[in-house]
């Protein structure tokens, strides 16, 4: 009788911890795309028929002006990214390992997230975003640094700011934007 009752107890262990496997294993692929740094889309069924909007769309009906498909808003990752990619082409820094030219459309996009969705360091990206849409970049070496320490940065912090001929240099020498 004990042997029936170990038996069942083990076997009902087995098939519970299967169950939760099978459950986390299920629900981590149906999540894969659930960040916002993504390239999944929604697939949308009208009338029987499954269409997929376009990607790189955003729920402000504009599109993301860094040429990435991303679902929106976007994540708080995903904005510091796009911040500290950009301060690149203003700073100094012995390493530079992402780029995305500073234009007013990247600009106004990014306030624009901010008006869509809550961020822990939202004032910060604001402060920063409104200063260079106004054309300030002479927080530049600051902007980068308090966003490249909120990534736990440890190897590029800028050390000042590039005159405008490194500028234009560092901007015409960048093969491809990345972040």
Same mark, same amino acid.
């Given at each position: 009788?004990?042997?029936?009752?170990?038996?069942?107890?083990?076997?009902?262990?087995?098939?519970?911890?299967?169950?939760?496997?099978?459950?986390?294993?299920?629900? *981590?692929?149906?999540?894969?795309?659930?960040?916002?740094?993504?390239? =999944?889309?929604?697939?949308?069924?009208?009338?029987?028929?499954?269409?997929? !909007? !376009?990607? *790189?769309?955003?729920?402000?009906?504009?599109?993301?002006?860094?040429?990435?498909?991303?679902?929106? !808003?976007? &994540?708080?990752?995903?904005?510091?990214?796009?911040?500290?990619?950009?301060?690149?082409?203003?700073?100094?820094?012995?390493?530079?390992?992402?780029?995305?030219?500073?234009?007013?459309?990247?600009?106004?996009?990014?306030?624009?997230?901010?008006?869509?969705?809550?961020?822990?360091?939202?004032?910060?990206?604001?402060?920063?975003?409104? &200063?260079?849409?106004?054309?300030?970049? *002479?927080?530049?070496?600051?902007?980068?640094?308090?966003?490249?320490?909120? =990534?736990?940065?440890?190897?590029?912090?800028?050390?000042?700011?590039?005159?405008?001929?490194?500028?234009?240099?560092?901007?015409?020498?960048?093969?491809?934007?990345?972040?």
């Amino acid at each position: 009788m004990l042997r029936k009752k170990s038996f069942a107890i083990i076997v009902g262990s087995v098939l519970l911890l299967t169950a939760i496997g099978v459950y986390i294993a299920v629900g *981590s692929l149906n999540n894969t795309g659930t960040t916002e740094d993504t390239n =999944q889309t929604d697939v949308v069924s009208t009338a029987g028929v499954e269409t997929t !909007p !376009p990607q *790189s769309e955003t729920k402000t009906g504009k599109e993301n002006p860094f040429g990435e498909k991303v679902k929106t !808003p976007l &994540s708080e990752n995903l904005i510091q990214q796009y911040i500290h990619a950009m301060s690149h082409q203003k700073v100094k820094a012995k390493e530079k390992w992402s780029f995305f030219e500073i234009t007013d459309e990247r600009i106004d996009y990014l306030l624009g997230q901010l008006e869509i969705n809550n961020y822990k360091n939202e004032q910060t990206y604001k402060d920063i975003l409104t &200063s260079w849409k106004e054309g300030d970049f *002479s927080g530049a070496v600051g902007d980068h640094n308090v966003i490249w320490r909120m =990534q736990n940065g440890n190897i590029g912090k800028a050390t000042g700011m590039l005159s405008a001929n490194e500028e234009k240099k560092y901007i015409e020498s960048q093969k491809k934007e990345k972040r």
